[in-house]
Nanobody, 113 residues
Framework: QVQLVESGGGLVQFGGSLRLSCAAS????????MSWHRQDPGKQRDLVAQ???????TYADSVKGRFTISRDNAKNTVYLQMDSLKPEDTAVYYC???????WGQGTQVTVSS
């Protein structure tokens, strides 16, 4: 069964850091591009960062220089290191396997001002 499970969300103060993890199972993780997305209530779900199977990364302009996406193929896990967090980063963060449009359940990130 293909599954993505996010963890690491929580409440953090302005300027703080969090690291999100997404554990994958049920497929050959190393063969797929993975991405992180976020969604505020009532808004569309937006791409935050993406990493290819070869490790090439892309970022939304709003998080460039503050967020870092990485992957550990030995652990079947993709990470999102979030630094210099701002209140506007508050959202539910989702992990996605691009092929087949597979999503995790999401993890809440709240940044207080």
């Amino acid at each position: 069964q293909v599954q993505l499970v996010e963890s690491g969300g929580g409440l953090v103060q302005f300027g703080g850091s969090l690291r999100l993890s997404c554990a994958a199972s049920g497929f050959t993780f190393s063969a797929f591009t993975m991405s992180w997305h976020r969604q505020d209530p009532g808004k569309q779900r937006d791409l935050v960062a993406q990493i290819s199977r070869l490790g090439y990364t892309t970022y939304a302009d709003s998080v460039k220089g503050r967020f870092t996406i990485s992957r550990d193929n030995a652990k079947n896990t993709v990470y999102l290191q979030m630094d210099s967090l701002k209140p506007e980063d508050t959202a539910v963060y989702y992990c996605r396997r691009n092929v087949g449009d597979v999503w995790g359940q999401g993890t809440q990130v709240t940044v207080s001002s």
